[in-house]
């Protein structure tokens, strides 16, 4: 069953590499990210990708999340995070090709938990990129409450997920 408006948000364990401005280059080890105790007591902008370094992703959807940014966190978001169903390096190599520094947080949902958990997952096996990736969308999670949800009806366009139609959400 998949997330709707007003159910709490599911617990989920995914990782990440923290950005480092004092080594902003160094490979470190992961973190964990517990969504519910990371999404308590917060505003969270949920961004959830096919894949990281794909056309879409890399051109149309993250740029723009990069660069409001600060738009978004002035509307009271208190933490921006990007999931792929990549694991946490290829998310870090990915937010430094995109320069997001510690703007967004970039995450791996390599095992597909959170795909499974929301229902937001998407068979991507025959154009080889795995049975379990997150579809294209965007939740806004207010206190672990989904209070807006945004997902593509095609996943490979941003029609509804963009920067600017979450800023309209906030």
């Known amino acids: ?9 599911p617990e989920v364990q995914l990782k990440y590499v923290p950005y480092d401005a004092a080594a902003p ?16 007591g917060k505003k969270v902008v949920l961004i959830g990708v096919p894949g990281a370094f794909s056309p879409t992703c ?14 978004l966190k002035a509307k009271g978001v208190d933490l921006i995070v990007c999931v792929s169903g990549n694991d946490f390096f290829v998310m870090e190599a990915w937010g430094k090709q995109e320069k997001v520094t ?16 929301t ?13 379990v990736r997150l579809t294209r969308f965007v939740a806004i999670i207010d206190n ?9 009806p095609d996943p490979t366009e941003v029609t509804v997920t963009g920067a600017d139609k979450t800023l309209s959400a906030l």
């Open 58 to 71: 890399s051109v149309q959807h993250i740029p723009p999340y990069v660069a409001k940014a600060d738009e």
């Open 119 to 131: 229902g937001l997952s998407i068979d991507l096996s025959k154009a080889g990129l795995g049975a």
């Open 25 to 40: 280059n160094a490979c470190k080890g992961p973190q964990l990210l517990d969504t519910k105790k990371a999404f308590s």
């Open 102 to 117: 510690d703007k967004i947080l970039m995450a791996g949902d390599a095992n597909g938990d959170l795909g499974r958990a």
């Open 1 to 9: 069953m998949t997330i709707k408006v007003g159910d709490e948000f």
């Open 144 to 152: 672990g409450k989904v209070a807006h949800l945004a997902v593509e």
